[in-house]
């Protein structure tokens, strides 16, 4: 989790690239299979809450989670210079609390859904139901694996005011049986000139999308809507490119 607990050089290191464009998706998901009047969202692993502003300037109140305490402290702050009322929760999202909600539309982004075997899986799909109202979506973008024979891993720089961050992303299995596997998130920083390495760990297991499928009907609470590359709904789905899932709460029968 080191990684996570330096909000200032995540935030460089993995800003959205568009976040309009990405947003634009998202209503786009609303308007077109949402049967729940959406208003308020809901982000797990909300990190630096990197929609909210987008959020609140389309008249949506925003409510992030997220373990690391760096990662609240830091969004609070962004929302309150900002004056936007939105709600930050410092928790587990494999633990949500029924107090928590309700919301209109619940997401994660950047594959950051954390559970470790189906069972958690099964049980965060049951529990993130009781929050949502009836026909509401859960987005996860870049959680389901598309591209099974590949290595995960990706660099790049960035730079702002004075701070130079590289990051790494890698993946490390774990146990192939289990489909168990670290993620690991390096930043090589520079700010001002000053060197140092930050470095973290999070366990997590991969999903194909076939178990996906199998997974969510036998949760019996969302149904399936569709896969989406590429924050488009009429790009090709590739094994390459960022996927969106979409899945729609069952209403009560
Ligand atoms: C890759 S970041 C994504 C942040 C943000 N959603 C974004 O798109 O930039 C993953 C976030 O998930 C949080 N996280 C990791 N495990 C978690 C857990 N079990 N419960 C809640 N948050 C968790 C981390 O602290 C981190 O802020």
């Known amino acids: 989790m080191e990684a996570y607990l330096h909000p200032h050089y995540y935030e460089i290191a993995l800003a959205p690239d568009d976040p309009v ?27 630096t809450a990197p929609y909210l502003e ?42 949500l609390d029924r107090d928590l909600g309700p919301f209109d539309l619940a997401y994660v982004s950047l594959g950051s859904l954390y559970v470790r075997s189906n069972r958690e899986f099964l049980d965060h799909l049951g529990r993130l139901a009781g929050l949502l109202a009836p026909g509401g979506l859960y987005l996860l973008d870049s959680f389901v694996w598309f591209r099974i024979f590949h290595d995960y891993k990706r660099s790049w720089t960035r730079r702002r005011g004075g701070v130079r961050v590289h990051t790494r992303y890698r993946v490390e299995m774990l146990d192939p049986v289990a489909q168990t596997y670290n993620e690991w998130l390096t930043f090589t920083v520079n700010d001002h000139g000053k ?15 076939q178990e996906f499928l199998c997974l969510v009907e036998l949760s019996g609470r969302f149904e399936f809507v569709g896969w989406y590359s590429d924050f488009s709904f009429t790009a090709e789905v590739k094994p390459d490119g960022r996927h969106v899932v979409i899945l729609r709460k069952r209403q009560a029968l």
């Open 54 to 95: 987008e959020w609140h300037r389309r008249g949506y109140t925003y409510c992030g989670l997220d373990l690391s305490p760096a990662m609240i402290e830091f969004s609070r702050d962004k929302a309150r210079r900002q004056g936007i009322d939105a709600c930050f929760v410092l928790g587990d999202m494999r633990d």
């Open 195 to 209: 060197d140092f390495i930050i470095e973290g760990r999070v366990p997590a297991k991969v999903f194909f999308p």
């Open 21 to 47: 464009r990405e947003l634009d998706f998202f209503e786009a998901a609303i308007a077109k299979f949402s049967r729940a009047k959406a208003h308020r969202v809901f982000e797990l692993g909300a990190g």
